[in-house]
């Protein structure tokens, strides 16, 4: 029986389905994570054949004990995954040190992580990529910006989603951000692109070979949401389109994946770009080497009728699936944000709209910085019915 070590298999609170599949494949799955085993749901309990409870996930040593401890009481760890951005590091530096040969290992993580080590591969792939600087002084800033014109927008080399990424302006608002920089962080500042973000997430085998591909699109930019505290939405589409599947496929190809889940973004210019492409090209934005965040497995799954937490499992305990994919439909999400005013009432939406409805909650609150605070997903045939879906359910009173 192989053994699988799932890091934090209780956040997000969608992954122990990942779980549930392996251990209906066969598989040891072994938990490790910070929550008590007794505030577990019972649903993740059936899905781990065992759970090591650590302090905190953030101490390096005390999840290291834990693989240690399943080591000398299951044998050799076949797979370590969280599945998570988060622990992308931490999870490979793991594999690293107890020889776990299946997953990215510590030496791959500069390429994977840094977002302008990214670029060279992109490149490679043939996909053209935004002029950057790294961010290292005022004047060098300004002398970039004169090069690229405002604005350009300034992020850490080495972050998750949105968080603490600026757009700025004007030299009012250089001078601003370095005052609000993180200290003792690499940033790195790019021209802006006027593009909508288009994704390509596929489950990919042990060749670097896709057994599934969609993708979605988010009109409004995550960074956006986060800075402005607004409503956000984006969607997994109907069918994916040939050019973000080429992109993505030359992508795998270029960054060496296999045997993973990967969410990989483009942006599709709303415009023509000199030096980057003519309106509605594709061109690169950053990879991520894990399903897309928060719900999107869901979506993904109510958009094409299958399962991905299946195909995902699959791939790692056979190296292919049987799992069909069935009639496809565009799936929207819209995360409303408290204290808005807005025109239709939940009860409102879910009269309209509750026929085409798969998931309806409250956010967690580590999520809706992103997400915002109600979410609701649904499921529709055309791009038409879906804008109307978007236009109800985030008008506000005048």
């Known amino acids: 029986m192989k053994n699988f070590i799932f890091i934090s298999p209780n956040f997000p609170t969608n992954y122990w389905m990942f779980c549930r599949e392996l251990k209906k494949n066969g ?68 594999r690293t040190d107890f020889n776990i040969p299946t997953g990215f290992q510590a030496s791959d993580i500069p390429h994977i992580k840094f977002k302008s080590r990214m670029k060279e591969y992109y ?13 290292d002084n005022l004047e060098n800033c300004l002398a970039f910006v004169k090069e690229v014109n405002y604005p350009v927008v300034a992020k850490p080399d080495n972050g998750v989603g949105a968080s603490h990424t600026f757009k700025i ?25 006027d593009g909508e973000v288009n994704s390509y997430d596929a489950i990919v085998d042990s060749n670097g070979e896709p057994m599934f591909e969609t993708g979605n699109v988010t009109p409004m930019s995550i960074m956006d949401i986060v800075n402005e505290n607004d409503n956000s939405i984006y969607y997994i589409l109907k069918n994916l389109p040939e050019d973000t599947r080429k992109a993505g496929r030359a992508t795998l190809k270029s960054f060496g994946v296999k045997s993973r889940f990967v969410h990989f973004e483009f942006f599709r210019l709303l415009s023509d770009h000199e030096g980057l492409g003519k309106k509605g090209d594709i061109i690169a934005l950053e990879v991520n080497m894990r399903p897309s965040g928060g719900f999107t497995p869901d979506m993904i799954d109510f958009a094409h009728s299958t399962d991905v937490y299946k195909i995902w499992a699959d791939m790692i305990a056979f190296d292919r ?28 939406i879910m009269e309209k709209y509750g026929a085409n409805m798969k998931m309806v909650d409250r956010i967690p609150d580590v ?19 879906m804008d109307a879906f978007y236009k109800d359910i985030l008008k506000c009173n005048e």
Request: charged share 25%; with cysteine.
């Open 321 to 348: 699936s049987t799992m069909p994919v069935g009639q496809h439909a565009y799936c929207a999400f819209a995360g409303r944000r408290d204290g808005k005013d807005f025109s239709m009432s939940h009860a409102n």
């Open 367 to 385: 999520l809706s910085g992103a997400m915002g605070n109600q979410m609701y997903v649904a499921t529709f045939e055309s791009q038409e019915e």
């Open 169 to 193: 302006k004007n030299d009012e608002d250089m001078k601003n951000f370095f005052e609000l920089k993180w200290p003792n962080t690499q940033y790195i500042m790019e021209e802006f692109i």
């Open 27 to 94: 598989l040891n799955v072994l938990g490790i994570g910070d929550q008590p085993y007794e505030e577990l749901s019972p649903d993740l309990k059936n899905s781990l054949n065992e759970y090591y409870k650590v302090s905190n996930l953030e101490n390096d040593d005390e999840v290291y004990r834990a693989v240690a401890f399943f080591i000398f009481k299951h044998g050799r760890i076949d797979w370590l995954e969280s599945n998570n951005e988060y622990w992308l590091e931490r999870d490979a530096k793991l």
């Open 123 to 135: 490149t490679k792939a043939g996909i053209p990529v935004a002029r950057y600087h790294m961010v």
